[in-house]
């Protein structure tokens, strides 16, 4: 897997915009629903700043479109991503980074995510959009995830799924874990 971290500025500050515009809210507006500084915001918009997933998060939540309608790039109709290649995002509270592999359409609303994780920290996870479920494969290593009150501990090829409209964590359990995370959005 690549060692890039650097997520898709230029793809985040023109989704970021659009998605703002579209639900016609100014930079402060939105800046303080989703819990962020202004001046983040504006340098998220301009394609310059590092953030992080739960950034994109609460800035998704805050607009009410899923994740990966900021991160993901035009669609083309054969599309191949590389191992190591695609859009890392990189969590700020664990050793946590998600690949968006596929985001859904309007008609079908999943998107399709790979994530590593290595045992130093848990990633947690505040609500996402309302009704939305999680399904969790493990590829490699161990991991610890699911509902903070109802976690579930996952091998190679184990499968969970568990609502993601509530507080819930990843945890990886051994080094070198990684998963294919689908979210389901109504």
């Given at each position: 897997m690549s060692s890039d971290p650097s997520p898709p500025l230029a793809t985040i500050a023109a989704a970021l915009r659009y998605e703002r515009q579209r639900v016609g809210l100014s930079i402060t507006e939105l800046a303080r629903r989703a819990g962020i500084a202004k001046s983040t915001l504006s340098q998220l918009e301009s394609g310059v700043g590092n953030p992080s997933v739960e950034t994109l998060w609460a800035l998704g939540v805050a607009l009410d479109v899923p994740f990966s309608r900021l991160v993901e790039r035009p669609a083309h109709s054969?599309?191949?991503?590389?191992?190591?290649?695609?859009?890392?995002?990189?969590?700020?509270?664990?050793?946590?980074?998600?690949?968006?592999?596929?985001?859904?359409?309007?008609?079908?609303?999943?998107?399709?995510?790979?994530i590593e994780l290595e045992p130093d920290g848990i990633r947690t996870?505040?609500?996402?959009?309302?009704?939305s479920v999680e399904h969790v494969v493990v590829g490699a290593g161990r991991l610890r995830c699911g509902p903070e009150h109802e976690p579930v501990e996952l091998g190679p090829?184990?499968?969970?799924?568990?609502?993601?409209?509530?507080?819930?964590?990843?945890?990886?359990?051994e080094p070198?874990?990684?998963?294919?995370l689908i979210m389901e959005h109504p």
């Open positions: 054969v599309r191949v991503i590389r191992a190591g290649d695609g859009p890392r995002i990189r969590s700020e509270h664990a050793d946590f980074t998600g690949t968006l592999l596929s985001a859904g359409t309007t008609h079908a609303r999943r998107d399709v995510y790979l996870a505040e609500p996402h959009t309302p009704r090829g184990d499968y969970a799924t568990f609502p993601g409209d509530a507080p819930h964590h990843y945890q990886a359990l070198g874990t990684f998963a294919v």
